[in-house]
């Protein structure tokens, strides 16, 4: 309903002002300040205070008396406050609001006919995901459950980079050393904790052999990048089998948040089918192209781009940027538009393959990129080189224990009288756990460094997950004592007159713009923010209006009715955030 208030609320303010012959260019509608009693003002005034040569109180009484509330169905009153035109709703918009959150998808948005690819996390497959790069799988799927709640045909890629230097040096290594090699036992019992002790074997073999050895090596290692330039087969299985085998791993540790792709798209694919190559001859033929240094290159000051893109080695080789760019063109000849979300470390290479797609004839303007900063613990940056970062395997584990603490400490408190045994309390610290993790990770800016703190992670009285999920949890308790489940018949909007329940409606209506805003602006942390805002809000009803024991029967069942109302915009909001919903807490 807000999107159609906020619609018409436009409407009359642009009928208003040529009812006056001004410019509608501007009509400053925005979130009211608090002191304000509207659902949406207008600081139009301080734009026509020039033109009516009046001050913005004046302007804005003489615009408001210029619209009729009565042509609007969800336009109650229009009033002035000093410079401010505000719009208050009808009694229609908060009974249909109400109606359309029992809806159990309410807040989808129509089909847009639009298909977008949505490539995260992309981690190269030479052991375990950390903690410095969990922001992206977690942010990633956000990002496409956003998009797929406003109605975007969504397909999530996984990026394989299968032909770069670090899986030759990690297929030389697997090949070249034995178990007997290794210094430790794998950390957990799965593919790519027992793989990566070669890797890290490998690596520390190249920095601390004789110069002889490591020559020797880095031989094989060109043999084995050389060999997945030039389609050889046998490479192309040697590498196979270290890149699945390491990749099936990570997907065990994605799936515990979950992040779910539909394609894993490899890297070699491009230079298996001729496009990497058609690229590179193209860009070679372009007015930026230069030979320097050994290697083919563009020089992008046309593009406002100091550095200089390495295209082509003179051997003729192809880099990760070629085989990219090959990538990109291939999801612009499958989807309408593309998002990619990136690490800031890879602000420049962004710049550069935005500009770089345009030089080969591409419109830029299909691609987006969501960038990130890392995340840290409060013990500092972590790093999986030498094996001494934190892996996500090790923060999830350490979330759902410390939830389960968090839940058997409150069993003693809670308001329902339902059992929890053991498979429940495990099940809900599951839930609340990762859930935890993920909240406070999706819920900043993105371009917000991020030190992951447990107190408030996971600290149900304050803004958090738990906090939220226990909003459901207390709906779903409220709805199981009431005899019954409410229906859109049983909503009276008059026996709904308080402020904290109409506070909580308004909330409620809120939603599907929040996801429409959220996905135009590729910002999660916008849902995130608004699961609060609707938590406090039906905290505040909860505290103020009785439910089961409300005065008269319309009360009550209207009532439950907006309780309904609630847990659904709650539980679809956090499925939006990838935060599961928790019946019971």
Known sequence: MFRAFRAEVADALTAGLESLELPTGDLGVEEPPEDLDATLASSVAFRLAGEL??????????????????????????TTKGPYINFQTTDRYRQETVEAAHAADYGRLDDREESVVVEHTSANPTGPVHVGRARNPILGDAVANTLDMAGYDVERHYYVN?????????????????????????????????????????????????????????????TI?????????????????????VLGGMKGCLARLPAEFDEFVKETRFMRDGSTDDVAARLKDSEYAVYDEE??????????????????????????????LAHHE???????????????????????????????GNDPDRLDDVIYSYVNLPEGKMSTRRGTGV???????????????????????????????????????????????????????????????????????????????????????????AEGEPTIDDVDIEALSTPEEAALIDAIARFPAVIED???????????????????????????????SADTEATRRSRLALVAAAK?????????????????M
């Not at 050389?226 to 085998?245: K, P």
């Not at 550095?307 to 080695?313: D, G």
């Not at 224990?401 to 929890?420: H, N, P, S, T």
């Not at 805002?533 to 209006?545: H, K, L, M, V, W």
Request: charged share 35%; net charge negative.
């Open 53 to 78: 040569e009046t001050a913005p109180p004046q302007a804005a009484a003489e615009l408001a008396a210029a619209i009729e509330p009565a042509d609007y169905e969800y336009i109650g009153a229009v």
């Open 568 to 584: 659904h915009t709650v539980a679809n909001a956090l499925t939006v955030l990838g935060v599961e919903a928790p019946d019971s």
């Open 225 to 245: 990048m050389q060999g997945l330039e030039a389609g050889d087969e046998d490479t192309y299985d040697r590498v196979g089998e270290v890149v699945d085998t």
């Open 295 to 324: 290697a083919w290159q563009l020089e992008l000051d046309a593009f406002d781009i100091d550095k200089n893109l390495v295209f082509l080695r003179s051997d003729e080789t192809s880099l990760y940027t070629t085989r990219d």
């Open 391 to 481: 892996m996500l395997d090790d923060l999830l584990d350490e979330a759902i224990d410390r939830a389960r603490e968090e839940v058997e400490d409150r069993l003693d408190d809670r308001i329902r009288d339902d059992e929890l045994d053991e498979e429940d309390i495990e099940r809900i610290a599951h839930q609340v756990g990762i859930g935890a993790v993920r909240y406070d990770i999706v819920s900043k800016q993105p371009t917000k460094g991020i030190t992951f703190k447990w107190e408030e992670a996971l600290d149900f009285e304050a803004q958090s997950a738990p906090y939220v999920q226990y909003v459901h949890a207390r709906c779903c308790g409220i709805l199981a004592e």
């Open 162 to 222: 299968d032909a770069g230097r670090q899986m030759a040096v990690f297929t030389w290594a697997y090949e070249k050393f034995d178990e007997s090699d290794l210094d430790s036992e794998p950390a957990r019992d799965r593919a790519e904790y027992d793989l990566v002790r070669y890797y890290r074997k490998g690596n520390s073999f190249l920095e601390d052999a004789d110069d002889d050895a490591v020559d020797d090596a880095e031989d094989e290692i060109a």
């Open 518 to 548: 959220a996905a135009d602006e590729l910002t999660p942390h916008r849902v995130a923010t608004y699961t609060r805002e609707i938590a406090d809000a039906f905290n505040a009803f909860y505290r103020s209006c009785p439910v089961l």
């Open 330 to 360: 291939w999801k612009f000849d499958n989807f309408d538009r593309a998002v990619t979300v990136l690490g800031e470390d890879h602000k420049l290479q962004a710049r550069q393959l935005q500009a770089t797609l345009e030089i080969l």
